[in-house]
Every structure is written in C-alpha cells, then in structure tokens.
C-alpha cells in the first residue's frame, strides 16, 4: 500500500478507525513509522508504504503472549481484516489456517487502507520487548502511554517516543531521509 495513492482523509479515517477498534480489551497503538511521523513532522512520512500500530499484551511471558497473539489473528481473521502475519522475519503465511504461530508482526484490512501490527509485550523484568527488535527499553520509560498528533489529530502511543526512536533508528532519527529508514537490528537493552 502506498499511502501516497489514499487521501490524507481516507488515512485518517482508517487510522481512527483501527485505533479505535477493540480487539479483546487491546487497544492498538501508533508506532514504528508511523509514530516517528508524529513525533518529527506531525504527519505521515513522505515515503512510508505503510501504517504501523503496536498493541501491547496483558502478559510477560512469551507463552502466553503467543497465546493472545493468536487469538487477536483468530478474530481479525474471522473479521476477514487479517491479510498475512510473519512466522520469521522474512517468511510469511497467507493461506490462514489454525494455530496461528507468527512471530508478532501482521498485515491487516481496515475499509480503505492495510497496517502492519505489532506484538509488544513487557516481560517479567519489566523490559519492553517488540518483533524484530525484542527487548526495547524498561517499562518505565515507556509508560504511561502519551497522545501524539497526526494532521490536527490525536492518537495515542508509548510515553518518551524520542528517546525510542533513537535507539531503533539511530541518532539521526530527527533528519528526514529520501527512502525508509532502516531499524537498528536487535537491540538488546
């Protein structure tokens, strides 16, 4: 999806609406791309191709993030909304069949617009973990979750956004750039 071919309007509707949407008490969040949007240009990335939400699980271990993972996937599936999920970082599983076992990242359908959502979860040393990075950060420094602004609009997504996005995009995250900036690959904090 490009978002270049969406009206702003359309985006934003689709955006609201994802957000809104509640899937067994998770609310989703903005974040990657998109966040790195608000936080620098109060709007989406130039170039991005897609819209990125996380939602973070009720639960600190991996078994039972999976769990909930693969119930979330179970319903937007049975809202024809999941398009295809990750089972490693460059496989992905399009035919749906029982059990879902990706690995946290997943593409689903709004009405007009695709986004890509993100398994996060705060372990039991209290460490925020997300794919493809996993251990991202202390909860503290993440919590209580911030409003951020898209286009006059507010969402909602992790609290201190600028020191995230220098450690996943590097010290130069403030510098827009011509093409998709690449995460720093599996930051162990």
């Given at each position: 999806?490009?978002?270049g071919?969406r009206?702003?309007?359309?985006?934003?509707n689709?955006?609201?609406?994802m957000?809104?949407?509640?899937?067994?008490k998770?609310?989703?969040?903005?974040?990657?791309?998109?966040?790195?949007?608000a936080v620098?240009?109060?709007?989406?990335?130039?170039?991005?191709?897609?819209?990125?939400?996380?939602?973070?699980?009720?639960?600190?271990?991996?078994p039972?993030v999976?769990?909930?993972?693969?119930?979330?996937y179970?319903?937007l599936f049975?809202k024809?909304?999941?398009?295809k999920?990750?089972?490693?970082?460059?496989?992905?599983?399009?035919?749906?069949?029982?059990?879902?076992?990706g690995?946290?990242?997943a593409h689903?359908l709004?009405?007009?617009?695709?986004?890509?959502?993100?398994?996060?979860w705060?372990d039991?040393?209290?460490?925020?973990n997300?794919?493809?990075l996993?251990?991202?950060?202390?909860?503290r420094?993440y919590l209580?979750?911030q409003e951020?602004?898209?286009?006059g609009?507010k969402?909602?997504s992790?609290?201190?956004a600028?020191?995230?996005?220098?450690?996943?995009?590097?010290?130069?995250w403030r510098?827009?750039?011509?093409?998709?900036?690449?995460?720093?690959?599996?930051?162990v904090?």
């Amino acid at each position: 999806m490009s978002l270049g071919n969406r009206s702003q309007q359309e985006v934003l509707n689709s955006l609201e609406m994802m957000e809104n949407f509640k899937f067994d008490k998770i609310t989703p969040i903005i974040f990657w791309g998109t966040l790195l949007g608000a936080v620098r240009e109060k709007n989406f990335i130039p170039h991005d191709s897609d819209i990125d939400f996380g939602y973070v699980s009720r639960f600190k271990t991996l078994p039972e993030v999976r769990v909930e993972m693969e119930n979330l996937y179970q319903e937007l599936f049975d809202k024809g909304m999941l398009i295809k999920y990750f089972v490693t970082p460059n496989s992905w599983v399009t035919k749906m069949e029982k059990p879902f076992q990706g690995i946290g990242q997943a593409h689903v359908l709004t009405e007009k617009c695709y986004f890509d959502l993100f398994t996060l979860w705060f372990d039991e040393e209290g460490d925020l973990n997300s794919y493809p990075l996993l251990k991202i950060g202390k909860k503290r420094d993440y919590l209580p979750f911030q409003e951020y602004e898209i286009l006059g609009r507010k969402f909602m997504s992790i609290n201190n956004a600028e020191m995230f996005l220098e450690k996943v995009y590097g010290s130069d995250w403030r510098t827009p750039q011509n093409k998709k900036s690449a995460l720093k690959k599996h930051v162990v904090l």
